[in-house]
């Protein structure tokens, strides 16, 4: 399991056993989920705040540019919070 900072209040929880799924974190909340090579990520239908919302969007972005993807058809599945943190 590793941590990488993103930025400014993002983090990034990389588990690297057979899961291997990313976490990423706005502030102390986990609030997107995504299992490497599914080509889906799941994030919270909560809302909140401006700045959380765009470190979601980055991340997203980033996704889709890795993956060749520009439009983010079929990246993204919003999930209620609840499973999210479910998911950590």
């Known amino acids: 399991m590793k941590l990488k900072q993103l930025g400014a209040n993002t983090t990034l929880l990389q588990y690297e056993d057979l899961a291997q799924k990313e976490v990423l974190f706005s502030y102390e909340t ?42 983010n058809h079929g990246v993204c599945k919003e999930v209620p919070q609840s499973w999210i943190e479910d998911h950590v």
């Not at 799941?42 to 060749?68: C, L, R, W």
């Open 30 to 71: 986990p609030v997107a989920v995504n299992w490497l090579g599914s080509g889906v990520t799941f994030i919270s239908d909560k809302k909140f705040s401006n700045t959380t919302t765009k470190h979601i969007k980055n991340y997203v972005d980033e996704i889709a540019s890795y993956h060749n993807d520009t439009s």
